[in-house]
């Protein structure tokens, strides 16, 4: 008897529990009331040159979603309600962080548009004027002319901490004002598109319509714009992404006082140190950006960068995986001398080293040359080499180095991944002028070791490790 009664107290008192730890779930009612009238829908319109083209889907009467489908493709059969001689309107959000009109949304969002129309909640509609928009950073800043604006207050998205929770307020398929919440899922993410932006990820719901739109913290203030998502269905797969709204301020206010967005510019080409990379460099583990290339006339050049460094530390920020330093150099101002903290060899060295702008058009890789009859392949490490031509190597924007892969026979050329026509530079950290040079450095390489290894491949270098046979 005793017992039970024990066992009953426990099942009361966890009982209670319950709704005591639900209390401690954020409410998200108070960031939805406040700051929802200062999220604005934005569509935009222009001329076409031709008639919009293509019925509605024929939805059967009596079918669910029938009335929603009306709602937005007219009566059934008789395509989209638009203004004659428009195109359909594209949909997106923003938000007003000015009490004078201007609003941050995405530059994806009103690039194609003409006349760009922002709603407001309380029903007002008005012109927007585009001040700028850059697409590298996927910002634009539009200008209303109006009284009595809501705003909202930027936060930092420095402080923000992975596992904090986060609320995007935007229009969703044209829904306005939708409210979706959820946790902040990683940070300083880089997307295979874009080189110059750290996005914070969550698991938000986002959906199309919703970029441009704030990412809100618990305390009210904007800490990103929600922006893109990963999906493999065009709808939310749990995996939305949002620019850091540190870096929409700094481009918002360049493109507010100059009109263009100016970005720190190194000058090298780099690659992710790879756990077998890292080896062959004598790294305790895998860390920095690998350097494949310095470009000519570049601040990395001029600075004395050499093919092989390995950047750890910019102006003082550890460089964890390469895709981390595009934005880090892309943010440092114009004109700053910056140290730079580079494993060379088998030690660390500081490099000064100055910033100037990123040209506008980066020359692209050249393509490699194709194989002359004339060479004489000599078989080398499950490969056959061959020497270039002067010709060649000028097409390739190389001095005295490089000799071409021939043919791939076996390993351990092929286990590391070295392809027919690639063009090797180096081999253990010397250049290669010639197949003798080559047969020279794998003689002296340790067995059982890996080798760093520069390849053009395509005109574009690139670092591999190619681990050296047991004797």
């Known amino acids: 008897m005793k017992m039970y009664r024990w066992f009953l107290l426990a099942t009361v008192l966890f009982a209670l529990s319950v709704p005591a730890s639900a209390r401690h779930l954020p409410d998200f009612v108070p960031l939805a009331e406040q700051y929802s009238p200062a999220v604005v829908n934005i569509s935009s319109s222009r001329e076409r040159a031709t008639p919009e083209s293509g019925p ?29 001689g428009f195109d359909r309107r594209s949909m997106g959000s923003g938000f007003i962080y000015s009490e004078d009109g201007y609003i941050l949304t995405n530059h994806h969002v009103i690039e194609n548009g003409g006349e760009i129309v922002v709603r407001l909640s309380d029903r007002r509609v008005f012109t927007a004027e585009v001040i700028g928009s850059d697409p590298e950073s996927d910002v634009a800043v539009l200008k209303i002319d109006a009284e009595d604006l809501p705003t909202l207050r930027l936060g930092s998205s420095e402080s923000l901490k992975v596992g904090e929770w986060v609320l995007a307020i935007g229009s969703p398929f044209g829904f306005d004002h939708s409210v979706t919440a959820g946790i902040v899922s990683a940070k300083g993410r880089s997307l295979p598109s874009d080189n110059y932006v750290p996005f914070i990820q969550t698991d938000v719901a986002i ?28 709808g939310f797969m749990g995996l939305s992404f949002a620019i850091p709204i540190d870096m929409a301020v700094e481009v918002a206010e360049q493109i507010r006082e100059t009109g263009t967005v100016t970005r720190g510019w190194l000058g090298v080409l780099i690659q992710e140190v790879t756990r077998e990379l890292a080896d062959s460099f004598g790294m305790e583990r895998p860390a920095g950006a690998l350097v494949a290339q ?64 990123l040209p506008e058009d980066v020359a692209s890789g050249r393509g490699a040359p194709q194989p002359t009859p004339e060479a004489r392949p000599q078989s080398l490490l499950g490969m056959q080499i061959e020497p270039l031509t002067a010709e060649e190597r000028d097409a390739l924007g190389l001095e005295d180095e490089g000799v071409r892969v021939a043919e791939v026979t076996g390993n351990p050329a092929r286990a590391a991944g070295i392809r027919s026509g690639d063009v090797i530079v180096q081999f253990g950290g010397e250049p290669v002028s010639s197949p003798q040079a080559f047969r020279e450095g794998v003689e002296a390489a340790s067995a059982g070791r890996s080798v760093p290894v520069l390849l053009h491949r395509e005109g574009t270098p690139v670092f591999i490790a190619l681990r050296m046979p047991e004797q």
């Open 207 to 234: 959906n199309p319509g919703n970029s441009g739109g704030p990412l809100f913290n618990l305390d009210g203030e904007v800490v990103g714009i929600n922006s893109q998502i990963y999906s493999r269905t065009g």
């Open 56 to 84: 509605a889907p024929d939805i059967p009467e009596g079918m669910p979603f029938g009335d929603l489908f009306e709602r937005f493709f007219g009566e059934r059969g008789e395509g989209p309600r638009v203004p004659e």
């Open 294 to 357: 310095v470009q000519p006339n570049s601040p990395a050049q001029q600075a004395g960068f050499r093919t092989g460094d390995v950047i750890l530390r910019f102006n003082g920020i550890d460089v964890s995986r390469s895709s981390a330093l595009p934005p880090i150099v892309g943010r440092t101002p114009v004109g700053a001398e910056v140290e730079v903290d580079v494993l060379r060899g088998d030690r660390e060295i500081v490099i000064e080293v100055t910033i100037e702008p």
